[in-house]
């Protein structure tokens, strides 16, 4: 037992490891997302996983949240917005774009983020943007018009996105103003912080299990499938994987944390067609090489070393 422990201790020292897992598990919700069609519904699947992830952290992090609460007791409005839109209306574009979309396509269309979070400080902040950047983001865009198109870009003429595709945008954009919400985030401990986040979440997702219902559309994991997809995004995407990132960022900060996200498209469409059984086209490929392109072009050029 003491050689485990001391494995696991060593393991929770290591970013790369931690990293690593991080954008595994995060890649792996697209599988879930695709899988848990017809076995969970996606508002129910949004609220479950944060019920489940929100008990584990209250009790492995409540002295966090005891010690945290009082910094954070002014924000709550703000925090519980940031949760809700973050955590809850994030997921629920993504769970239900997944009803209209490929999981390769999902997998493309989550490497936006990063870009939109750079435009988003320049608009907000005035961060400087350099000719580098605007080239990566314009590279990135590429990408974007090639899954729009199916890599038939004279389809630009009378264009017209998947269902699906459109609301992962709409999920990035979401996601990309959360992110550059945390720049003012109350001064906690990181973890006390997002036990305060899937609380929200939690509370903000269960106004869309009740319209679920109301319409009829509500689907319970009575099956094999939908009770592993829930577990699968309560424990990895929602808990381990944002500790993991916690720590990561704690041991080698920001900067060199983010271009591992990069990663997690790429592995996301590999899933996707391993799993799935999905069709990986040459337009795949070339979306692929765009987004991941110009997100690292973005990322790793903005400043000199």
């Not at 997690?264 to 059984?277: D, E, G, K, M, Q």
Request: glycine fraction near 8%.
């Amino acid at each position: 037992m003491t050689a485990l422990l001391a494995l696991l201790r060593r393991g929770f020292d290591n970013p790369w490891l931690l990293i690593s897992l991080t954008c595994i598990f995060w890649a792996g919700n697209v599988v879930a997302a695709r899988s848990a069609i017809g076995h969970i519904s996606p508002l129910l699947l949004v609220c479950g996983r944060w019920v489940i992830a929100s008990a584990i952290l209250l009790v492995i992090a409540n002295k966090n949240l005891r010690e945290d609460w009082p910094v954070m007791a002014p924000h709550w409005p703000r925090i519980f917005a940031m949760g809700a839109c973050g955590f809850t209306l994030f997921h629920a574009f993504y769970y239900v774009s997944a009803y209209y979309t490929s999981g390769v396509n999902l997998s493309i269309m989550q490497g936006v983020s990063p870009v939109l979070v750079l435009l988003g400080a320049w608009v907000m902040w005035r961060t400087p943007v350099t000719m580098v950047q605007m080239m990566g983001c314009g590279i990135t865009m590429i990408g974007i018009l090639i899954v729009g198109t199916h890599g038939d870009l004279t389809m630009l003429r009378d264009l017209q996105f998947n269902v699906g595709d459109i609301g992962m945008l709409v999920a990035g954009v979401i996601y990309a103003g959360y992110t550059l919400s945390l720049r003012n985030r109350p001064k906690t401990s990181a973890i006390g912080f997002f036990v305060v986040m899937a609380l929200a979440a939690l509370l903000s997702s269960i106004p869309g299990v009740i319209y679920e219902a109301w319409r009829g559309d509500l689907i319970w994991p009575t099956t094999s499938t939908g009770v592993m997809v829930l577990l699968y995004t309560a424990i990895f995407p929602s808990l381990m994987a944002q500790i993991f990132y916690i720590r990561g960022i704690e041991l080698i900060g920001p900067g060199r944390a983010i271009i591992f996200y990069n990663v997690t498209p790429v592995l996301s469409a590999i899933f996707a067609t391993y799993f799935l059984n999905e069709p990986f086209e040459l337009y795949h490929f070339a979306a692929l090489v765009f987004v991941i392109g110009g997100v690292t072009i973005a990322e790793k050029l903005r400043r000199p070393t």
